[in-house]
């Protein structure tokens, strides 16, 4: 599990979004986000993100920590932005993550202060 979660990093790193999504979530994933539910499948988690992505000029995104424990990854990014319009937006967040058979089929995000 510890090379899929690097390849993960290593992937969102380089605002490989929509290739995440492809590779490493499960067909029926469950994604929240602050506690409200995202996505029910890796179709619609694609599908929401694929305009997000589309409207994003430049990234920086760096790992602030990761933690693994039996087959749950935490992990936190720092994340700086500017949409195609100029806007610049900067945030941190944490990816819980439940991985199987080398598929998380959940996912649990939420923004951190």
Known sequence: ??????????????????????????ENVLMLSNGEVFAQSMREAYD???GYVDSVQSFDVS????????????????????TKEGKSMEYTGKHVQTWENEKIIKEEYS???
Do not use: P, R, W
């Open 1 to 26: 599990m510890s090379g899929q979660i690097d390849d993960f990093i290593a992937m969102n790193k380089k605002g490989l979004v929509l290739e995440l999504c492809e590779k490493y979530y499960a």
């Open 63 to 82: 790992l602030v920590s990761k933690k693994l424990e039996n087959n749950v990854s935490e992990l936190v990014f720092h994340y700086k932005m500017t």
């Open 111 to 113: 923004n951190v202060e």
């Open 48 to 50: 929401k993100q694929k």
